[in-house]
């Protein structure tokens, strides 16, 4: 069984990581609550002894196996996905389940980003949209912006983002994004 690691892991591990040391050059006092990036989803910003921090778009931790188990989502996709294991990011608050074949010889990714989402958000787009072959294209109609790629589907939803990779069906990772949206 192999292990993939999400694509916006990569580009969003950079982001998290400046977002978090501009975070400690902030104030230190009395931090209070904005809206990150323009979306629905509220950001809050807390301080402590060790300086402010970013809290998710959630405010919780998301178990993606539990809220889509491996019958759904190969119901959803047509694949004969009959394993899910989580494969979480907990410092970058993502929240990622690898669904698999018994065999493993199929299998997709679902992930939820609930930390700097509109800042990765913007990165896949800025990199699917230049890239030859991407076959980068606007979604809409799901969620606040949405775009599908070679890579597959992603979402943002305010401040948090749902993404559905490695399934050929832009048309059931969508389905597979609206399942597990209102879930969260």
């Known amino acids: 069984m192999s292990i993939r690691t999400p694509l916006r892991l990569a580009a969003v591990a950079p982001v998290a990581l400046a977002a978090t040391l501009l975070a400690g ?13 323009g979306g629905s989803q ?11 921090s970013v809290t998710d778009g959630l405010g919780h931790p998301v178990n993606v196996c539990n809220l889509l188990p491996a019958a759904a989502v190969a119901s959803v996709s047509g694949e004969p996905i009959t394993v899910a294991q989580e494969q979480d990011t907990a410092s970058y608050k993502l929240w990622t389940c690898n669904y698999t074949s018994a065999a493993g010889t199929s299998g997709l990714d679902i992930s939820v980003l609930a930390m700097d989402a509109v800042a990765g958000y913007n990165s896949e787009v800025q990199a699917n949209s230049t890239v030859d072959g991407a076959n980068y294209q606007q979604i809409t109609g ?27 069906s832009a048309t059931a990772s969508e389905a597979l994004i609206r399942d597990l949206q209102p879930k969260l």
Do not use: H, R, W, Y
Request: glycine letters at 22%; a negative charge; hydrophobic letters at 35%.
């Open 42 to 52: 509220p950001q809050s910003v807390t301080s402590g002894s060790g300086g402010a």
């Open 142 to 168: 799901l969620g606040d912006k949405a775009f599908s790629s070679i890579t597959g589907v992603e979402a943002l939803f305010g401040n948090v983002s749902i993404s559905v990779s490695n399934l050929a």
């Open 25 to 37: 050059c902030g104030s230190a006092a009395g931090g209070s609550p904005t809206t990150g990036g």
